[in-house]
């Protein structure tokens, strides 16, 4: 599973937040002139071994900073895990961004929880309560993720109207059904309260080309939303056409099967897999202690596991109608 030769250095990415000031409310930066506008919440690093959605909301907080472009709203950047990002990990003892459920929530409000992550998400909500208790217009959710697979990233859409119809304007394929299939995330979270959210699987964890879309994914919702005019995107024709030839023209995809695992299986993904790779009924896929793991169906797979932690093994997708 090459990076084809664009890695980021990996010292800098296992490092990353020393050199980096981040608050006690996980905030990277915050931009509001006072002007109306959406409030527009972008979070990246919620697994402490994606840290490439911390760079590129930094790069975006730095070039709006330097260039004192007008921004409507808020916007606000956020770092998810602090805890795992400085060990480069993807988490310390549970997954952050799978207890964003209302019971889970209600829960930690009123217990404060015991785990690291317990403290982290608590942060974060405070952050998000914030957010939302002070915005002036729509609020919007874009959380910035990676992948341990190669392949083709992607957006995850919820079925908000409104997300469903955002997703076509960050041009890279649009997948359906996976926040059902991973619940209890963030966008979720903003889903349930009425929001607008999307997710972002931008690419290898260590490709800086991975960095690269995610930033210019983020760019293009921002201007989307009308938090900056469009002439505000820097390279605005050229980021399209990254993001579209990475997109390799993929139609939308409803995912219809997940491969959930547990650290007794031993699951072992078979090499050579990537993101959105065409799969066949029956192909042997992964292999774990009960044998060899096969596609129940065919269609593209999504999210094939190269990492020793997880509970998701892989997806399966087929062609969303409509």
Known sequence: ??????????????????????????????????????????????????????????????????????????????????????????????DLNRHWDAASVAQLRATHGHTAEDVEQLEILHAFDDAVAHARGPIVHLDLHSMSADGVPFIVVCEHPQSVQLAHDLCLPGIVGLEKAIPATTIEYFTTLGHIALAVEGGQHHAESTVDTLESVAWLLLAAVGAISWATVPDLQGRRDRLRQRGLNVPPVKVTYRHGIAPQDHFRMKPGYRNLQAVHAGEVLAEDDRGPVRAPESGWILLPLYQPVGTDGFFIGSAALG
């Open 1 to 94: 599973m090459g990076n084809h030769g664009d890695t980021v250095d990996e010292a800098l990415l296992t490092t990353i937040l020393p050199g980096v000031h981040v608050a006690a409310n996980h905030q990277l930066g915050s931009i509001d002139q006072g002007r109306p506008g959406p409030t527009v919440v972008v979070s990246g690093g919620m697994h402490g071994n994606e840290p490439a959605g911390v760079l590129a909301i930094l790069r975006i907080l730095n070039t709006l900073a330097t260039t004192n472009a007008p921004v409507a709203g808020h916007l606000l950047g956020l770092c998810g895990n602090v805890g795992a990002l400085r060990l480069g990990v993807r988490y310390t003892d549970r």
